[in-house]
């Protein structure tokens, strides 16, 4: 009889280390994949910041580039706007899995942009002629207008599951989504917009020595909390249907 519980209970001590250790190594595997989403982020955003803005998001060829930046870094969200419609279609109770681990996303752009940035002006030697634009909170049409083009680019980003078609969903939505960044005057007059992910303002703002976090922070947040806003409503509409 002793030795009948001896080995049971040697039995059960084995197993709980199995479990353990089982669990142990999900954490880790788990901690690997988030480390290669924010290198994938961080690579992303920095192409997106170097060369893509360079293109315009509103142009043909800016929407191709943004294409492949996703197709290249598989997984990757890239731009803020993406994340925040993860984060808000997501599991909202989950503070780790959805809330952190997104809102690392976000830092990871960050990074991506401050080293796009860095290298544009060449560590500020050249003048970027950068400046925050004040934050005005949206009117009720405006706020309604962003939830609306989230709506919009998340079902489409959603159910063709292609970059290329997300692509051109961004090129179309961009001003829309709040990645714009006011105008400027080409050398024949003509004014242009100039596109802005979000990520690379908060680099531009942050490399300014944080001046005018009161005007570029609040925008970053509340454009992505409406577009994000619209991913959910879209998820919403779509299981009614």
Known sequence: MIDYFR????????????AETARLGGRKKNMEVDMNAMKAEIGGAFVVSWLV???GLDTLQGAVALGAVWMTFGGAHVLPVVTWCHMMTGDLGDVEGNWMANGMRLLAQIVGAVIA???MTEAGALDSQWAATAFEAPDLWGALGM???????WTVHTRCDSAWISG???????AAMGMDYGTAETADAAEVLLSSTGANEMAAMMLDGFGSVGDVAPTWIVDGLLVGIGAFVAGQVDDLL
């Open 147 to 153: 939830i609306a083009a989230g709506a919009i680019f």
């Open 53 to 55: 803005l360079g293109l």
């Open 7 to 18: 080995n049971s209970t040697i039995f059960v001590i084995y197993s709980m280390n199995s």
């Open 168 to 174: 051109f969903a961004a090129m179309a939505l961009f």
């Open 117 to 119: 940035v860095l290298l």
